[in-house]
């Protein structure tokens, strides 16, 4: 008997983790945090709804916190199995979990600060020392078109997904000696003829899919209006003499930011002398990993990088130290500030929107996906005054949207990944569940493809 079961990104964005049972061997596909309100991270701390120490093995589709994130505590909790990533996942997420580890011991200590009705000692979802020991299980890196006998009746085959650097969807071929079947996780993916990253392999030939419904229910704006509006937010907020905030998701966005600023720079588009700071150790160590791993990137990037570093320009600035940081905000003009996190919800950023959403001469740019519930996705939506660091701060800044920039392919870019091979069911996860979900379902069900949206937990027979 094969069995499939969503325990993440059910009907929801994030949280990332589905279980599969073959042959009495329990495979995870990703196990990933819950972001966005207080009500959605507060599932981080509940027990699983599986026994860690069953899982015989994790498959990694990429270092996003949303697909990684609760490997620690999943360690913590009993899991001894083996990790499969990537090379690049497994670099990017060491960075990725250390940080969150950090953070995580960060605002207990802020939680228990302001404990004032004296609940205890306040404990954070893990800590460094757990996310230190979690990536002593990262024992096998794998590379884009291998396939590994994972266990009994358990074959993988990782394919390019083109989200972020080391990101693949992953097949599936189960055998429980009474049949066959294949599934394919598509992880998050990416849309073709973007910059940097090598395309997304088109799902193969399978029975079921497991496919990320994001964007499911809108297309995304063309790339190039977009470069041109990010240019045109520089343009318009220096000549006001403010800055320019950009919310940045630390892995891929930041790079891709930085390149477009850099060709933004060498053609004029925006002034020589504009000064960039990259706020964020984590992105300043994703950058450094991007340039070890050339594997990933598609033919024009691999020759542009043979000409020189596209992610660099005269004004760029790595500030990794908390001092340097709260430096920038003394300049109150002519700098783009890109600091995590992109949906706000923690890290730098939200020291660079104390000092500049009140600010009428500054802009913030958002250029990726908020989730309900984050602060990001507050300002987006119209908030007069949000609050920051519990100090009601009034928004005055121009608010810029440009989803062109999103990593995440938009219903054309799913659709084409798919193909017009019909399976016998996909399932769609990873989205919001009444827009891009319901969208995408009822485009595919319009084409004869039978679709299902998991329920949180609900075994699935593939039968």
């Known amino acids: 008997m094969i069995t ?55 498959l990694l589709t990429h270092a996003h916190l949303d697909h990684c994130g609760r490997v620690p505590k999943l360690v913590r909790e009993g899991f001894r199995g083996r990790i499969f990533a990537t090379s690049a996942t497994r670099e ?3 960075v990725v979990l250390l940080d969150a580890g950090s953070l995580q011991e960060e605002e207990a200590r802020r939680a228990q600060r302001s404990d004032r009705r004296g609940n205890g000692n306040i404990e954070p979802l893990y800590t460094v020392h757990d996310a230190l020991h979690a990536l002593d299980f990262f024992a096998v890196d794998v590379a884009c078109g291998q396939s590994l006998q994972i266990a009994e009746g358990i074959r993988a085959t990782w394919q390019e997904a083109g989200h972020i650097l080391g990101s693949a969807s992953i097949v599936l071929d189960l ?19 973007r910059p940097i990253l090598n395309d997304p392999t088109p799902a193969p030939v399978a029975d079921y899919v497991v496919m990320e419904s994001t964007y499911g229910d809108r297309p995304h704006r063309a790339l190039p209006d977009s470069i041109e509006e990010l240019y045109q937010a520089i343009r318009t907020t ?60 598609d033919e024009a990037m691999r020759e542009e990088l043979g000409h020189g570093d ?17 430096g920038i905000n003394a300049i109150e003009g002519g700098a783009v500030i890109l600091a995590g996190s992109g949906m706000c919800n923690g ?117």
């Open 4 to 58: 499939y079961a969503c325990h993440g990104a059910a009907k929801d964005v994030t949280g990332s983790c589905h279980l599969i049972t073959c042959n009495e061997r329990r495979v995870l596909i990703d196990c990933g945090l819950f972001q966005g309100g207080e009500e959605t991270e507060a599932r981080n701390f509940r027990e699983f709804e599986f026994d860690p120490a069953s899982i015989d093995a994790l």
């Open 92 to 94: 990017l997420a060491r």
């Open 175 to 193: 055998d429980d000696r009474a049949q066959q079947r294949r599934i394919v996780f598509s992880g998050d993916l990416g849309s073709p003829g």
């Open 238 to 297: 220096f000549e006001r003499k403010g800055n320019v905030v950009i919310p940045t998701f630390a892995l891929e966005r930041a790079q891709e930011i930085l390149y477009y600023l850099h060709r933004g720079i060498r053609s004029g588009a925006i002034p020589a002398q504009t000064r960039v700071f990259l706020d964020s150790p984590m992105a300043i160590s994703a950058t450094e990993i991007f340039r070890r791993h050339p594997e990933c990137f």
């Open 310 to 326: 596209p992610f660099a320009m005269p004004g760029l600035h790595f500030t990794r130290e908390t001092s340097e940081s709260m």
């Open 347 to 463: 890290g730098r950023i939200r020291h660079h929107l104390k000092h500049n959403l009140w600010r009428q001469r500054s802009s913030i740019v958002f250029v990726g996906y908020a989730a309900a519930g984050t602060l990001a996705r507050r300002i987006i939506d119209g908030a007069r005054a949000v609050r920051v660091f519990n100090e009601e701060i009034p928004v005055r800044a121009q608010i810029w949207t440009i989803n062109g920039f999103s990593a995440h392919a938009d219903q054309a870019g799913l659709l084409d990944w798919l193909g017009p091979t019909r399976r016998r069911r996909v399932f769609l996860v990873h989205g919001e569940h009444e827009r891009g979900m319901r969208v995408l379902a009822e485009r595919l069900e319009a084409r004869g493809q039978p679709c299902q949206i998991p329920g949180f937990g609900e075994p699935i027979l593939l039968d």
